[in-house]
């Protein structure tokens, strides 16, 4: 049976884990036959180097996404000296269309600009010209509708439960030099009950190469100890979520979304207000998140950031 005193390795930049009954996936696989309904049919994928990047909706005639999904982000400014760059995107429906920045906001990777976290793209050549409402208000428990190409499958508990073990096998075998794999059968009930591990969840759980130090380790053997990779990442298809407004962050402009959950690849996508009777209204911009499984932060539930269309609604209606 596995200790918990062996466990050392990781601790410091992967948290402990949680029961798999604390996780649940609140996101769902959207339908083809729900492509052509709003708010959905505003979303589009943004490509770069040959797969999905992040995600961007459209608003009155403009591509809306995060900042940090631009190249090389941190040093643009989005003034007069601006060099113009065009990106690639696919609409649900496998269109491809390209678009040029013509305007994005401060961020450069440090927490007091998160609300420059936004970037405005418009299309070259021709495209969708509908026009969609902007929110006058955003209020605390407004129920918002989020879809994106998040990296990860949609997860059953089955799913969380098996990650958590496999990767509690692979602690283990790190930690005392055993190939990977030998504690694939492990029995783990015992430190997966422990009193320390009934919150956290696995964060910063990344596919391979994607640079988080424990978890980067983890899935890159995760093979040895049964799961399979190429199936949990998944950015093909488009993934949808109703989640609530809370707060704004320690009164600033940026909003959080409680009850919610996001991946890598959702970056940039709409958050929706729901007004009733199939309306919405745009609300604003996915930008941060935290890469959970288990626990009840399960899937970024809890840490969700996303910048309100007050902070850049000006540049939005400006015409260029």
Known sequence: MIRWGLLAVCVMCVPMVAMAGDAADIRRYLTPPEYGNAPHKYVLKMMGDGRVKCTSNLVNGKFVTAKHCLNNYTNKTCTNDMVAEVYEFQSLSGDSVTAKLIECGGYDGTGGTLAGDWAILEPV??????????????????????????????????DVQNYIHAYLRFLFDAQTGRPMGTSRDANVDE???????????????????????????FMDNASAYGIDVDAWFDNSEPKTRKCSVA?????????????????????GAGVWKDMGDGNYCFAGVLSQSKDHVGGTNSIGRGSIQFVPVTVFQSSLQNDT
């Open 191 to 217: 430190l997966y009950q422990r009193g320390q591990a009934s919150k956290k969840g696995v964060q910063e759980v990344r596919s391979p190469g994607d640079g988080a130090m424990c978890a980067t380790d």
């Open 247 to 267: 707060s704004t962050n320690d009164g600033g402009d940026m909003r959080w979304l409680q009850d919610c959950n996001a991946w890598m690849g959702d970056s």
């Open 125 to 158: 050549g021709e495209s969708n010209s509908e026009l969609v409402t902007v929110c006058d208000n955003i209020d605390n428990g407004d129920t918002i509708v989020m879809t994106g190409f998040g990296k990860l499958k949609v997860l059953t508990s089955d």
